[in-house]
């Protein structure tokens, strides 16, 4: 029964094993195999420049996935690690250059008896377009979003290829923004001279923006498959997602809802189990219902009960209880599917009234400690939980209960927010909004919608996350910001009211209604800093703040006593670091000259 599945490439053999038949009668279960393993990059042949400039890297070399193309180049010694001296500027040609990514695998009959065979990708950094066996299937443009592809009519018996190709972000888009007389403001200008002063393009990418340079980090505008590959097989209906929802919370009793997001050829009937297993490891009775779903997609719901429900706390005011909520396709159309969700109960409230701002948790008003979280590091995947626990770990001991995560960079992995759940740690999430003023047409607006509603369905249980913000400074950057105001007299009334008008409907409709429908006990901000759409942003009268008059504004360092905001969100001084870490990056020689 079992189909065996092997590569060409000596680095890309991949035994899978897909069981099942074909019928609805016999439908085997669901069933989802790892793709990660065996990938090779190169540049894109139709790049005939930089083929020319780079020869070995237009000649096929191991890559890695999840991953960068900028990480295969310097794990490969094609380019000089970019964090030691001046390396920088050696790496840039790689996010001006166009990309291919290819693997092999050999697909059975007995996989092919399934009736779909989907091919899914974590995440896809930026412009990619997908080939099954030379016919194109897919076009990304949203590095913060999942993508799926129903693979089963690309795909044949016996050996097939997968390939990716990356067209280069800035040199997609620079013909347009070159071509524009006003082009939307955005955040920091290149030190490379591949992009004009005040023309660039992050803004109109859905893309990480700290790739693009920041005050504090690098530019590497990185490209390759940056999340996981798998092929799920299945039959008749599968499981798209699995939420649970708090409706009520009280001393007595918690009254939960699972959900399950169902995806169906036709029109089915399943049997739906759910099951919640308390903290102290005891699992309450299941609860079933079969229900009827239509072709296409359907939500179908089970209610649970908790008796005494045990509530979640930040640190420093309680414990940390957690519950998990285990959901089934126990019989019917999709039978085997599964999923399971850590959960805490617990109810918070945003402060307001009179221009305050501030967390009630459980009714208790919170004094919120903590600091901001920039990205980990440039290439996302060398990032390893015990390195995330680590740093949560030195958060909570420096007395923090809070942690935001910040809008210019990338929406975290479950398990960082497993750990914060645990540590009680609060967490304020931004939208990947970095402060770039957004493109206002409807497709871009629906491209965030659905990225949003993916990672709010995916984050949206952890009762960690006490506040999701609509990004980084966009609002107060529109409102403030000197480049902002200059764009606005240029481009006339009328485009800035119809910018205003887009953005609106971008932070206080699209992303609220994310919020709102997947996670609605958790409280909503249009942005950081902001007052909601209720009066100036930014100031010490109300909403947050974000204070950087001291650094970048040089003021005295005296002048952080002077202001005292609602909820001070943002603020620091770059300091210098250590010795030891500076001698890493620039060598002893450092620390002779800093002697002499």
Not at 57 to 74: E, M, S, Y
């Amino acid at each position: 029964m079992a189909g065996r599945l092997a590569g060409p490439f000596a680095s890309g053999a991949l035994a899978l094993w897909l069981a099942g038949v074909s019928g609805a009668a016999l439908a085997a279960p669901p069933t989802q195999t790892a793709l990660d393993e065996g990938w090779q990059a190169r540049i894109a042949p139709g790049d005939t420049a930089a083929v020319k400039a780079h020869p070995k890297a237009a000649r096929w070399f191991r890559a890695q996935v999840p991953g960068t193309v900028q990480q295969d180049l310097i794990a490969t010694r094609q380019v000089p690690d970019p964090f030691l001296g001046t390396n920088e500027a050696a790496i840039q040609w790689a996010g001006l250059t166009d990309w291919e990514l290819r693997r092999t695998l050999d697909v059975s009959a007995e996989a092919m008896g399934r009736e779909h065979l989907d091919l899914v990708f974590g995440g896809l950094d930026t412009f990619a377009t997908v080939f099954i066996n030379g016919r194109q299937v897919l076009k990304a443009d949203n590095g913060h979003r999942q993508w799926r592809v129903a693979a089963k009519a690309f795909l044949k018996q016996g050996r097939n290829e997968i390939l990716v190709r990356f067209a280069s972000p800035i040199r997609t888009l620079q013909p347009m923004v070159l071509a524009e007389a006003h082009p939307l403001p955005g955040e920091y200008d290149s030190a490379f001279g591949d992009e004009p002063k005040g023309k660039q393009t992050s803004a109109y990418i859905r893309k990480a923006k700290y790739h693009y340079g920041w005050d504090w980090g690098p530019r590497i505008v990185n490209q390759g498959i940056s999340g996981p590959v798998r092929l799920e097989a299945w039959d008749e209906a599968r499981l798209g997602a699995f939420e649970v929802v708090q409706e009520a919370l009280g001393k007595d009793e918690a009254r939960l809802v699972a959900k399950f997001r169902v995806f169906a050829d036709k029109p089915g009937k399943a049997q739906f189990a759910a099951r919640v297993t308390g903290p102290d490891g005891q699992a309450l009775a299941p609860v079933s219902r079969e229900a009827s779903f239509d072709a296409g997609e359907s939500v179908v719901t089970v209610p649970l009960t908790v008796a005494a429900p045990k509530r979640w706390w930040p640190v420093g005011y309680g414990d940390q209880p957690l519950y998990k909520v285990s959901g089934e396709i126990a019989s019917g159309a999709g039978a085997g599917a599964k999923a399971a969700r850590n959960i805490g109960l617990r109810e918070v409230e945003l402060v307001r009234g009179g221009g305050a701002f501030g967390f009630r948790v459980n009714g208790v008003t919170v004094f919120a400690k903590g600091a901001n979280l920039i990205p980990f590091d440039m290439f996302p995947s060398r990032v390893t939980d015990a390195k995330m626990q680590s740093l949560l770990e030195d958060s909570r001991a420096a007395n923090m209960n809070m942690i935001r995560v910040w809008g210019g960079g990338y929406y975290l992995p479950d398990s960082f927010y497993d750990m914060a759940d645990r540590m009680g740690l609060m967490v304020w999430q931004d939208f990947m909004f970095g402060g770039a003023v957004p493109p206002a047409d409807v497709g871009y607006r629906e491209n965030v919608r659905i990225e949003a509603d993916q990672q709010v369905e995916r984050l949206g249980s952890h009762p960690s996350i006490v506040i999701w913000a609509g990004g980084n400074e966009v609002i107060s950057g529109w409102e403030t910001w000197s480049d902002r105001k200059a764009w606005k007299k240029a481009v006339g009334a009328e485009e800035h009211e119809r910018m205003a008008t887009s953005m609106t409907v971008l932070f206080d409709r699209v992303l609220r209604g994310a919020v709102t429908d997947h996670s609605p006990t958790t409280p909503y901000w249009p942005g950081s800093p902001s007052t909601d759409y209720e009066g100036p942003v930014d100031t010490d009268a109300a909403g947050d703040r974000h204070f950087w008059d001291v650094w970048s504004g040089s003021k005295p360092v005296e002048n952080y006593t002077l202001s005292c905001p609602r909820f001070m969100s943002e603020y620091g001084f770059q300091a210098m670091p250590v010795m030891a870490t500076i001698r890493g990056f620039a060598g002893d020689a450092a620390q002779r000259r800093t002697a002499r």
